[in-house]
């Protein structure tokens, strides 16, 4: 090869290392922004994932389950007897959190929302000042009665992952104006919580009544 092709050849592959280097770049920036989410608190770190560590999880927990409320407390169960801890700075992943059996609200939510996920169960974040917590669309007439927040018509049912052995339908403990924002992390998309209420009365505070 002449030094003039050789010269152009390394010309082409700096090149290409420089657009290679540069999209690398842009899509870990993209990918941090959808992991950082801020809030008047800091920053929070979404660590939801649908790996099949999680999935066959999921079905362990609910394998005798026949219903999705069902299910749904099993996992809360799950993951409130998790011991809450804090003395940490970097929000842990799900598989993370089942393996020390530890964690602070962001922990313990990211694996509780991966779980209900897994299972195909509609759930999102909800984001008020100091923490985080879960929330579920389930459609069971023995809910009929307990507390939801209500989103365009729907209701949504809190699951609080700090409260060992709460049920679905935990009190919000929060006033309406305090709700930051409802996430669905999965997509990172904020929901319309602008028509947002509540109703019901306060759940049952055994969750053995949502276990078959």
Not at 10 to 38: D, E, L, N
Not at 160 to 166: G, I, L, V
Request: one cysteine or more; hydrophobic letters at 40%.
């Amino acid at each position: 090869m002449s030094d003039e092709k050789a010269k152009h050849f390394s010309i082409v592959i700096i090149i290409i290392a420089v657009i290679a280097f540069g999209y690398i770049t842009i899509q870990a920036m993209v990918i941090v922004q959808k992991r950082q989410i801020s809030t008047s608190d800091g920053i929070y770190s979404n660590r939801v994932t649908l790996s099949p560590d999680i999935k066959e999880k999921a079905q362990q927990l609910t394998k005798n389950c026949t219903n999705q409320l069902c299910q749904t407390q099993k996992l809360l169960d799950y993951v409130t007897s998790i011991p809450y801890y804090t003395e940490h700075f970097q929000a842990h992943s799900p598989k993370r959190t089942m393996e020390l059996r530890e964690g602070d609200c962001d922990d313990k939510s990211n694996l509780l929302i991966s779980l209900l996920h897994a299972l195909k169960i509609e759930a999102y974040f909800v984001l008020v000042p100091k923490h985080i917590f879960v929330i579920a669309s389930l459609d069971d007439k023995r809910l009929a009665n307990t507390k939801a927040l209500w989103l365009n018509n729907k209701p949504y049912y809190i699951l609080e992952s700090t409260a060992k052995n709460s049920a679905v339908g935990f009190p919000l403990k929060y006033k309406i104006k305090d709700i930051e924002m409802i996430l669905d992390p999965f997509k990172n998309r904020e929901v319309d919580k602008r028509n947002i209420q509540l109703f019901g009365t306060d759940a049952l505070s055994s969750a053995n009544v949502w276990r078959e």
